[in-house]
């Protein structure tokens, strides 16, 4: 699947591995990555850098993963979400998942599972 390093993946996986893994399968497949250990980091990116799609997981240490995600979109209301988790898609706890422009992906996910996700999300 053809792709371009032009789109900014903004990251956030607060387990390191699964971060670096990620990270690294996402660059393979040409896009540009940022990565952020959780959601203070992710905001700050957000922030600050051009990003085209936020890949985060649901639950993280402190604000989980669509808290920080409708905050960020308060500024880029257009920018589109895959949310990620071990969890099944139900399980967000009271974390409402109802995010314009989102999809679920859950964990764990092969390397044509995310690839292909990104992909759709960002055609």
Same mark, same amino acid.
């Given at each position: 699947?053809?792709?371009?390093?032009?789109?900014?993946?903004?990251?956030?996986?607060?387990?390191?591995?699964?971060?670096?893994?990620?990270?690294?399968?996402?660059?393979?497949?040409?896009?540009?990555?940022? !990565? @952020? /250990?959780?959601?203070?980091?992710?905001?700050?990116?957000?922030?600050?850098?051009?990003?085209?799609?936020? &890949? *985060?997981?649901?639950?993280?240490?402190?604000?989980d993963g669509p808290s920080w995600v409708r905050e960020a979109l308060k500024e880029r209301p257009d920018t589109r979400?895959?949310?990620?988790?071990?969890?099944?898609?139900?399980?967000?706890? !009271? @974390? /409402?998942?109802?995010?314009?422009?989102?999809?679920?992906?859950?964990?764990?996910?092969?390397?044509?599972? &995310? *690839?292909?996700?990104?992909?759709?999300?960002?055609?």
């Open positions: 699947m053809a792709t371009s390093g032009r789109h900014r993946i903004l990251l956030v996986e607060d387990d390191e591995a699964v971060r670096s893994a990620t990270s690294r399968l996402l660059t393979r497949a040409g896009y540009t990555v940022l !990565e @952020a /250990d959780d959601a203070q980091h992710a905001m700050q990116l957000a922030e600050s850098e051009p990003i085209d799609l936020l &890949l *985060t997981d649901v639950v993280m240490p402190g604000m979400v895959v949310f990620v988790s071990g969890y099944a898609e139900g399980a967000f706890g !009271e @974390a /409402d998942p109802d995010v314009p422009n989102s999809v679920f992906l859950p964990k764990p996910f092969s390397l044509n599972q &995310l *690839t292909e996700t990104v992909h759709a999300q960002l055609h």
